[in-house]
Each structure stands twice: as C-alpha cells, then as structure tokens.
C-alpha cells in the first residue's frame, strides 16, 4: 500500500498550517509564495480526482512515469512510446538519471519493460545507437520506428501504458512534452493500449 510520506502528513496536520497557508493567499506580490501556492493548490486537486478516479494533468512526466514504474512487480508490464529522442536528456538530464536507473533496476527484477523510439531519420537512429544499446543491455525490450510510417497510427506523440494496472500515461502536445495526463479511463486506456500495439507491428527492434 502506498503511504502518505511521515514529513509530507505531518507538515498538513501541524498546529499552525492552516494560519500559514491563510497568510500566503493574502500576500500577492511575493512571487515565491505565488508559486508555492499554485503548486499546493495543484496538488489538492489532484488529491480530490485521484480519489474519484478521475483523469490528472501532471507536469513531470518523466516523475510521473517512474513512480508508476516502481511500484511494478515482476512479470508486470511496462509499455513506453517514448518521443525523447535527445541524447544528451538521456545522458544528463536529472530526472531521466533517476527513471533510467529506475528502469534497470526494475528490468533485472523481472518487470518486462518495453520502450518504442520515435525517430525521424537515419541521423536520429544513429544519434540514438548508444543509448538503444543501453538500454537493451540491461533487459528492456527496445525497438524504433521512424515517426512518418506511424502519423496515422497515434493521436499522442509520448504515452506509457501499465496494461496490468489499467492505467496510461500520454502526453497530449509534443510541444510540452514534460505535461503529461494520467488516466484510468477504461475507453482511453483501451484505444492508447492498441496504439502500442499497432505501432509495436510496425517498429523494428533494436539488434
């Protein structure tokens, strides 16, 4: 069961929060406090439709995808159509450090990982080599596809299904990559689930 962290429970329920939190809504010129609140607030919202099961909008995709990947168990799958085609984000990027461990770590335990790169050309495909490698190396299932054979396939340029939990992740604008929705919704996770696989028939793997 997942638990609320001791820190995270103990500042809301603190003697003092709520006068606190009343004081930042009065102040509207100290930006920091702007911003934290509009965080806060985010996360209240969410809280509420994640408890009606309603669809979230989340804005790390990359946080987003590996807290569903670690709470997999093995032989539990992991289906990932990925659009991060940048190697130096895979290299260097902080959040794609922890996912990329996240993923080895939860391939040698026995989750089937599979991920599809969405490539434009022979220079992407070369540009990507080492990381497909890597990737492979540590028992994903990788594969590529080059993104004109498949323009009919997808509405959704980056999406991740967890076919065993009922759940996808799917980034609606290229544009915004890091912006991602969060849906049980069972017509959605149908229709994104068949995408992969429509597209997984198309891909090639990686050798």
Known sequence: MFNVRRESKERVIAKGFQKKLEQIR???????????LDNFDDATENLELAFSGADLTVHNMFKANYLGLEVLKPKQRFWGVS????PDHWAHDPYLQYYKRVNYEQAARGVEIERIFILQNQKEIDAMAHIMSEQKSKGI??????EDQIRHVSAFPDFTVFPDNGCV?????????????VSQDKKIVDEISNDFIRIKEIAKKWE
Request: glycine content about 0%.
């Open 169 to 181: 992740l799917y980034v609606p604008d290229l544009n915004k990559l890091l912006r991602c929705n």
């Open 83 to 86: 659009a991060i085609i940048n």
């Open 26 to 36: 009065k102040d509207d010129a100290d930006i920091l406090k702007i911003i934290a």
């Open 141 to 146: 299932f990788v594969q590529y596809v080059l």
